[in-house]
């Protein structure tokens, strides 16, 4: 069987844009908004202001997750459909969709509604707890699209 080069192209890029946005995200955004008393020096933001920002962020950046999440899955389908089966594409492809739409579908949403409800309900240990398990989501999936990605390729340059 033929392979379209665009399509496998177009993949290699979704893969290879979503781990760099995923690293400028966590390693320069988060950052700078969380620690602008250093950047700026007549408006500071608090936590709580901070906070809303990379909320936001965050919430549009789902959409993308979204995205990746379905282009992944539709796919790694096909290509297992057409005999490419692989036991670290599979594991990754699956940690690449399901973080994606744990950090999209179940985190974000969460601390949005617990940012709605004001500075108390982002200062509880609940907050924190969701918090700490969307930065390790972002960890894991960050690893996953790298380990997909690499595996993709070496498979790609062998057939």
Do not use: C
């Not at 670290?88 to 492809?93: D, Q």
């Not at 940690?95 to 409800?117: C, E, N, R």
Request: cysteine-free; hydrophobic content about 55%.
């Amino acid at each position: 069987m033929k392979r379209n080069i665009y399509i496998d192209f177009t993949y290699f890029t979704l893969l290879a844009a979503s781990f760099g946005a995923v690293l400028v995200l966590g390693t320069i955004v988060a950052p700078i908004v969380f620690n602008t008393d250093k950047i700026l020096y007549s408006i500071l933001l608090d936590n709580y202001n901070a906070g809303i920002i990379m909320g936001e962020i965050f919430r549009r950046f789902s959409y993308w997750l979204y995205f990746l999440a379905f282009f992944v899955a539709i796919y790694e389908l096909l290509m297992y459909k057409n005999g490419q089966r692989d036991a670290i594409i599979f594991g990754s492809s699956v940690t690449v969709v399901f973080s994606a739409l744990m950090f999209s579908a179940v985190y974000s949403p969460k601390i949005l509604s617990m940012q709605i409800l004001g500075v108390e309900a982002t200062q509880s240990d609940t907050f924190k707890n969701i918090h700490l398990a969307s930065e390790l989501d972002f960890k894991i999936l960050a690893t996953a699209l790298l380990i997909l990605f690499i595996r993709r390729l070496m498979l790609l340059r062998l057939s």
